[in-house]
């Protein structure tokens, strides 16, 4: 895919950020679903600094709003009703519909969720649209919830990658543009690994968008690849560092045996 | 193209069906569903022999992509990628898990087997590991995921990711969905009636969909003749509730608006529309309501969802199949259910026999407000 302009970002992870509660608007705060607050502030933390309005959303998410399907399934399970509420937010794009309604963005409105690839996922369909689509704003959030600490020291070795770094949620959002600018994001992937599997995949990566095996100056290593978020999370975290040359970000996704990489040129 | 539906468990089982608006829908028999009055639904009666596949979801996914592909046993290397739609995903087997789970915690041996199944994108996974697949992107957004598979899976070739794209809708039927729709009382309990008057809400439904796109040069390495081709693309979002539709359209508006711009014909190019029509009363009237801005004299249009059921993300594309052939067989299909027109609506579903149609309009519209539309055409454009 071509490379797009990151014209601005911003990040919200609860574990370590107190302070995002408070920016929840009244009529957001009481009834809506944790993972919705998670999107919406996030988003508005980055509108907030933006000259451009944006014209479509992308959101890559793994699992959703889980909190929601579990207590649909609660309801169901216990009482015999399960809330229209939660099934209404249970939908994986929830959140997307949700930011679309608060922001007032009537442009296409997509969903990805392809696991620990649902970034990349989310950056290469933005590469899909049309310009007429563009400023995109792409939003990547999962959320944590209790079951999953119950879930996780059950699994099997070939299965805790999947779920054993679910602790980092939150949200991480960019608004993406066509323009020549820097710095500038682009992914490859989702890829079937087929037998590679896992680190194996990491040079698969560099190949897929390079067309070589040789690693540019910074790259990460799969072995770190244990959150839904972590690509998200990582490119993030280089926006911040602010050092300039070109950095890979990959990631695996145990469920569907597949890969993807981004590539963050500042 | 590749279908499995209530209607039948391939194409050509189940088109006639289709066209002649017959009832498939029966009372839901796959699980009980905990409700007084098991709903009607379009249910497959019974998987082929062959299907394989984690989940339900997965398996009906199997035989409409083996259907879709069988004419491509040697793809003389040209590479294939899918862009799956799917609501459901695993939620057959997490349901399972979670109900055996909440009667005894200790059952947790079975946790990691069922959250690997529970991802989207884990049919994903599963569909390229069958069939020699090399990447793939994995598309939730309600009942229009389908419909926006088959546009980015048209991008897809169209920037050369992939020479062969299929774009795959599938959903099996699962409490959740049941329950869901349900709660929201957007159940007809004696079977969905499109546009009808006394229309009550929809019935769901499960099935699969593959349409595989191919570009020129895959075209001609396989030495195949493209049945119809993707001309347009649109996508919105209404921007007004979370489940109702705008009450005039206008997001529906902006989705079909787009699809022609992007095929670049005129509205009164179009011969048919394949509407999303699922008979709640809301989202019926807003669909024809849009139609009606759009087009100076609105085309004959149908609903499929008394013969097939609302199969949710699998709907756009399966519908979209069933246009196709339509199209191809000179035919615009009767609207199971339909019998007293709605002075509300003011125009009512019109089949036809040995009309001359070139391009047919598909629309599909999702929870979250959430719009899709596409035009497919005879002539002119990528797809096989």
């Known amino acids: 895919m071509k490379p797009l302009a990151i014209l601005c970002h911003s990040a919200l992870f609860p574990n370590t950020d107190d302070a995002w509660k408070n920016e929840i608007p009244a009529h957001l705060k009481r009834r809506d679903p944790r993972i919705w607050q998670m999107a919406y502030v996030c988003a508005a933390r980055l509108l907030k600094n933006s000259l451009v309005k944006p014209r479509s959303i992308i959101v890559g998410t793994a699992l959703g709003a889980l909190d929601e399907t579990k207590g649909f399934l609660d309801g169901v399970f216990t009482d015999g009703f399960g809330s229209p509420k939660n099934f209404i937010a249970s939908v994986h794009n929830s959140m997307a519909g949700k930011l679309a309604l608060e922001f007032s963005i009537d442009g296409p409105n997509l969903t990805l969720c392809d696991g620990q690839n649902s970034f990349a996922s989310a950056i290469g369909n933005c590469d899909l649209l049309g310009q007429e689509c563009f400023p995109a704003l792409v939003v990547a959030v999962d959320e944590n919830i209790p079951l999953l600490d119950a879930i996780v020291p059950a699994l099997s070795s070939q299965c805790n990658r999947f779920l054993s770094g679910h602790k980092q949620e939150g949200a991480v959002s960019m608004l993406l543009d066509c323009s020549q600018n820097t710095p500038r994001i682009r992914s490859v992937g989702p890829r079937y690994a087929g037998p590679m599997k896992d680190k194996a995949c990491t040079p698969a990566a560099i190949q897929a968008l390079f067309g070589s095996s040789q690693p540019p100056a910074r790259f990460y290593g799969l072995s770190e690849c244990n959150s839904f978020l972590f690509a998200a999370i990582r490119t993030f975290t280089e926006l911040q560092k602010k050092q300039s040359g070109s950095t890979i970000i990959p990631s695996y996704s145990p469920s569907s045996n597949a890969f993807a990489a981004i590539e963050l040129s500042l | ?384």
């Open chain 2, 1 to 384: 193209m590749g279908a499995i539906c209530a209607a039948g468990t391939d194409i050509a089982a189940a088109k006639r069906s289709v066209y002649e608006g017959r009832d498939n829908l029966s009372p839901l028999s796959l699980f009980d569903s905990g409700l007084k009055v098991a709903p009607l639904s379009g249910q497959v009666a019974s998987l082929p022999h062959f299907a394989i596949g984690p989940h339900r979801t997965a398996q009906l996914a199997f035989c409409a992509v083996s259907e879709a592909l069988s004419g491509f046993s040697d793809r003389k290397g040209l590479s294939l990628g899918f862009v799956v739609a799917t609501t459901v995903g695993g939620m057959t087997r997490s349901e399972l898990f979670y109900k055996a789970y909440k009667a005894d915690p200790s059952e947790l041996h079975q946790a990691a087997t069922e959250c690997a199944a529970h991802e989207p994108s884990a049919l994903s996974g599963f569909l390229c590991e069958t069939f020699g697949g090399l990447g793939f992107h994995t598309l939730s957004t309600a009942c229009s995921t389908g419909l926006h598979a088959v546009g980015l899976a048209k991008r897809l070739i169209q920037n050369n990711t992939f020479d062969l794209c299929c774009a795959v809708g599938s959903d099996g039927l699962s409490l959740l969905t049941i329950r869901g729709f349900s709660s929201l009382m957007l159940l007809d309990p004696t079977g969905c009636k499109p546009f009808d008057k006394n229309r009550k809400g929809t019935s769901l439904g499960e099935g699969a969909g593959a349409i595989c796109l191919a570009s020129d040069k895959a075209c001609e390495i396989l030495n195949v003749k493209p049945l119809a081709f993707v001309c347009g693309w649109g996508a919105s979002a209404d921007c007004h509730h979370m489940t109702a539709p705008h009450p005039q359209g206008l997001g529906a508006q902006k989705a079909v608006r787009a699809a022609l711009h992007e095929a670049e014909i005129p509205a009164s190019d179009i011969g048919m529309i394949a509407t999303h029509g699922t008979a709640t009363p809301d989202n019926d009237a807003a669909e024809i309501g849009a139609m009606k801005k759009i087009f100076d004299k609105v085309p004959p249009f149908c609903s499929m969802k008394r013969s097939l059921g609302h199969t949710l993300a699998a709907s756009g594309i399966i519908e979209s199949i069933f246009a196709i052939c339509a199209m191809k067989d000179k035919c615009v299909p009767v609207t199971a259910g339909f019998s007293e027109s709605d002075e509300a609506i003011g125009l009512v579903p019109q089949s036809r026999e040995n009309i001359a149609i070139s391009h047919v309009l598909k629309n599909s519209f999702g929870f979250g407000g959430n719009n899709a539309a596409a035009i497919f055409s005879l002539s002119n454009g990528i797809t096989r």
